[in-house]
């Protein structure tokens, strides 16, 4: 445990343009149910729909405000709820749009999580159901010394709160489980839904993450996944919002693509060796997979960097070959 601690938990949120949904959010930290005290990081990246007026009066109506503070960047809210004493809020509503700038609002967020254990995440738009959520997280990751990260089972839901359909988004649970993620991870592409999850604070410090190819939140699942185990809890904690103004309507192909990076960079750390320990038998199974998924996105460069690194791979190159061509027969029938 970190022995400057302040709060057992940081929880992290980014908001922007979320004015009928932040209340949601925002009553989902206010409902944790925990034994120690945890602070609940908002960032408003300068929202033009009002998101910022109903964060402030959320405060007002809720929390007794122990500071506020106007700076150059943003206004500065902080206090303590009035009937969950474990409850404390840190609302920074930024006057200029940090991401239209290709800046990150999220490093302001830095000051509070460099006082807590574990951090938590969710956006603005999503929210979380359960009050015993970070109390059984908090006691998971304790409990598990080898676990970096813990995460959950979750609802989809639209704009409206009711539930939606997405097929692809309703396999996650199939494919989450306890223990080595890793080559589940670069089996499957990402399963791990972020507004579900809790990391120690450690995997933000990694070399693995501070060398991310970008501030997708794949790299920092990537980085616990090559850092440590996972744990998983079959609860459902958490609703996901899919809305057709998200970014996975918006911005699919880009995101694929930066996925696509985020991939064949952690992909590059494990042929080289930054990672934790592998068994032989793990190492060759991953790097099969590595292999089929080079083949399987066409990522010739990513192919090429696994065969000059490692001459096991070429053996494995074969093998990976007729792995794909049975999966994709199967897929077909």
Known sequence: MNEISIYKVCVRCATFNHAPYITAAMDGFCMQQTGFPYVCVIIDDASRDGAQEVIKQYVFNHFEVEDTESMECCQLMMGRHKENLNCHFAVLLLKENHYSQGKSPLAYADRWMEQADYVALCEGDDYWIDSQKLQRQADALDANP?????????????????????????????????????????RHGNYVMTLTTMYR??????????????????????????????????????????LESGMVKTSLRKGAHWAQDVYRHYALRVMHGQ??????HQHIRITTLILMRALKKKDWQLKKE????????????????IRLKILNFRIKR
């Open 275 to 280: 990672c934790k320990p592998l068994p032989f």
């Open 306 to 321: 696994v065969l000059r690194i490692s001459p096991l791979s070429c053996f494995l190159l074969p093998v990976a070959y």
């Open 146 to 186: 080898h676990a970096v990260m813990v995460y959950t089972n979750f609802k989809c839901v639209g704009a409206d709160g009711e539930p939606v359909s997405r097929p692809l988004i309703e396999q996650f649970p199939q494919r989450s489980h306890s223990g080595d993620n890793l080559s589940t991870l670069f």
């Open 201 to 242: 604070r450690e995997v933000w410090d990694s070399e693995a993450y501070k060398c991310r190819p970008n501030n997708m939140d794949l790299c920092l699942i990537m980085s616990a996944a090559v850092t440590g185990d996972f744990f998983w809890m079959p609860e459902q904690t958490a609703c996901y919002r899919s």
